[in-house]
């Protein structure tokens, strides 16, 4: 019988719990018709409201991965 070597998992997190109120609170404000992007022009789309989230999170220190070039 041949041993298995344990696959060590790794428990950090890609994403800050704050980072993850921060996109939160953007998607309540999509809901609600509140959410204005940088144009000033009212935000429908979820994904866009993830990344005004995310965008939030990173200016503010919280642990986000970097942006996609």
């Known amino acids: 019988m041949a041993t298995k070597k344990a696959v060590k ?13 921060s996109v ?3 998607m309540k404000a999509m809901k609600q018709g509140k959410l204005k992007s940088g144009s000033g022009h009212k935000v ?13 999170a990173r200016k503010s220190g919280e642990k986000v991965p970097a942006q996609p070039k």
Do not use: C
């Open 44 to 56: 429908t789309n979820r994904k866009q409201a993830i990344a005004i989230g995310l965008s939030e």
């Open 24 to 26: 939160e609170r953007e």
């Open 9 to 21: 998992k790794s428990s950090s997190r890609k994403y800050s719990p704050q980072a993850g109120k």
